[in-house]
Structures are given as C-alpha cells and as structure tokens.
C-alpha cells in the first residue's frame, strides 16, 4: 500500500534491462552516443518538431530550472500558478539559476489558472518602469500539484495568453504522460503554442532523468551552457539515453501512465463509496487529495500503508484530516483495494 509518491516506486524492469545493455562496452560520452540521437529523433517525431532541440537532465528541479533560466533575465518575472512545483517544491532553484528572476504568482482554484486572472497578474507588472520587474516568461503544470489537469481548451486559452503579450510558455510536464492519457489527447496537442517543455520520466518508472525539449531552436545554446555549467551534463551520458530510449519503446511510457492513473480512479470510485471520506480537488490522472478521520489515518498507517498524512496525528479521532495520494506505474489492484477495506472499516 504504498501511495506516498510516484517517486517512490520501483523503476520499470525494461528499463533496467536497458541499462544493463548500456553498460556493455564502450560508447562515446556526454550525449555523442549513438543512443542518444535515436531519442532525440523519436522526441521530435512525437512532438511533431523536428527543428527541436533534445537534452537529458537527472531530475525535474534542474530541468525545470535551466530551462526557465535559459527563458528570461534576472530582472524578469516568471509566472505560475501560486502552488505550482516551481513555488512549493524546488527551494528557490528557478530563481538561483536565472540569478534572481522572480516567481509571480497567479491565484489558481484547484491548481488551475485561469485564463483571465493570468492576463490580470501579466498586465499588472508593469513594463519600462524601471523600479519593477519586467514580464517573462508563463510556466504551466500538468498534471497539477492538486492531481489536476487542464483541458486542451483550457491549456491553449493560457499559451494564448502568453502570446497576447509576447511571452514565451515553459511547460513542466514532470507527469506529462499522466496528462496526455488523462486527455486522450497525442503528445504535440499538448505542447501547441509551448516554447519548452520538461518530459517527465523519473515520476513514471525511470530510474532518474528528464528530457528537456526545446522548441525554439535560438535557445539551445544557452541551455546547454547552462546545463554544463551548472554541473548538469553527465559524462557517462549513455544511461541517460538508455533510460529515456526504453521509455519511448512500443509506448512503453503510456502503458505505465496508464496504469497509474487507473490505480488513482480506482481509490476515487472507492472513496466515493466511504461517507467518511471527502475529495478535495478532482484527480484527472495519478494524484488523490482527500480528508478521512484521524482514526482513518491511524488504522492504515499501522497496517504499513505508505501516503501523506497532512495533520498531527495526536487529536480527536474522528476529526477529518487531508491525506495525499499518489499511484505509480506499478500499484497493484489488491493493495488499492486493501487499502480502502482498511479506510472504511
């Protein structure tokens, strides 16, 4: 019963399988091997770009950052949403890697902006006054921190936006695949009007590494200064590409997204069932919020339930207190399962 993270699952066996493979000899370093160029044409025949620019990053904090970075000046502002994993999750790293640009936050009901009140905050900073930051680039998360997920619609009105004021878009697609399944969507629909995108693969049965894919080509040589520069570019580069090679391989990503997202809809439909359990925000792909009695939570953590439970748990026991969840690739219907057995008894 493990639900804390998707970070906390096991990385898929074909993908250690490929790493095994990749250790067999020698191959060229820092990106120059043969594998690598195979991911980078498949990332542009899936995003329908083939002028793209491809690079491979350990982790989503760095991708997010050095792309972000490689977006804007230090006297700009980036904006997101007021809970987005930039904000909330990744210790200042955009700002002291673009050297001090500032996060403007845009108020987001479920972790969603709304259009109209991310055009509100970009008209608000004022341009040419010397005294304030000047507007940079909109970063946008999908899947949420809250489990959420923008609609196709809702996602263009934001990159239109962006473009109303001349504003490159950033996309942190850490569950990317998450998204698109959700969706029913292809990969390029969702990165229409993006300049940037960080591919998720570590949250999804990789065992560390991101791809950051860059649609405006102007920008690839700073990125990968930067990258470089900030200690970013592995030299044995080849278990990188191997990693993100097999993730690619006969869809191998959207299966274990897939699978995810059907474990989450498996506790909802479950908890939906529990009067004592209330969801807080819709769960559009593999991230569950929701409020269950501190006994609730007491009874599943001693039976070894793994999850986050936002409350103390000293207090009345039947007060409700908010739980975070999150499926991975490989959650298993039994434990789904077992799990609500144990909530609602």
């Known amino acids: 019963m493990h639900f804390a993270s998707d970070n906390s699952g096991p990385a898929h066996p074909k993908v250690m399988e490929a790493l095994v493979r990749a250790n067999e000899g020698y191959a060229m370093p820092y990106g120059a091997e043969a594998a690598?160029?195979?991911?980078?044409?498949?990332?542009?025949?899936?995003?329908?770009?083939?002028?793209?620019?491809?690079?491979?990053?350990?982790?989503?904090?760095?991708?997010n950052s050095l792309l972000l970075a490689s977006m804007c000046q230090p006297w700009q502002a980036i904006f997101c949403s007021e809970v987005a994993h930039i904000e909330e999750d990744e210790c200042g790293a955009p700002e002291f890697f673009s050297n001090g640009a500032k996060l403007s936050l845009v108020p987001a009901p479920d972790a969603l902006m709304p259009p109209e009140a991310l055009r509100d905050r970009i008209s608000r900073t004022a341009q040419g006054v010397v005294h304030g930051v000047q507007r940079g680039p909109v970063s946008i998360t999908t899947?949420?921190?809250?489990?959420?997920?923008?609609?196709?619609?809702?996602?263009?009105?934001?990159t239109g936006v962006a473009a109303e004021f001349g504003l490159p878009v950033h996309l942190d697609g850490a569950r990317f695949a998450?998204?698109?399944?959700?969706?029913?969507?292809?990969a390029a629909d969702l990165t229409q009007g993006v300049t940037t995108l960080s591919f998720g693969g570590t949250k999804n049965g990789l065992l560390g590494v991101e791809a950051a894919v860059i649609f405006d080509p102007d920008l690839a040589w700073e990125f990968e200064l930067r990258r470089k520069r900030?200690?970013?570019?592995?030299?044995?580069h080849r278990f990188l590409s191997a990693q993100m090679e097999a993730y690619l391989t006969d869809d191998l990503w959207i299966e274990m997204a897939r699978a995810a997202n059907a474990a989450a809809s498996r506790l909802v439909a479950g908890?939906?069932?529990?009067?004592?359990?209330?969801?807080?925000?819709?769960?559009?792909?593999?991230?569950?919020?929701?409020?269950?009695?501190?006994?609730?939570?007491?009874?599943?953590q001693d039976a070894g339930a793994q999850?986050?439970?936002?409350?103390?748990?000293?207090?009345?026991?039947d007060e409700p207190v908010r739980a975070r969840l999150v499926c991975d690739w490989s959650a298993t219907d039994a434990n789904t399962d077992r799990f609500l057995d144990i909530l609602a008894d």
């Open 271 to 300: 908890m939906k069932t529990i009067p004592e359990a209330t969801l807080l925000h819709p769960s559009h792909a593999n991230i569950v919020y929701a409020t269950f009695p501190r006994a609730a939570h007491r009874r599943l």
């Open 178 to 186: 998450n998204a698109m399944v959700s969706l029913g969507c292809r």
């Open 36 to 63: 690598m160029e195979r991911v980078r044409e498949r990332l542009r025949d899936l995003f329908e770009a083939p002028d793209a620019a491809i690079y491979l990053v350990a982790t989503g904090t760095a991708t």
């Open 307 to 317: 999850f986050y439970s936002m409350g103390s748990p000293e207090g009345d026991p």
């Open 230 to 236: 900030a200690g970013h570019l592995f030299s044995k």
């Open 143 to 158: 899947v949420s921190e809250r489990g959420t997920v923008y609609s196709l619609p809702q996602l263009h009105k934001l």
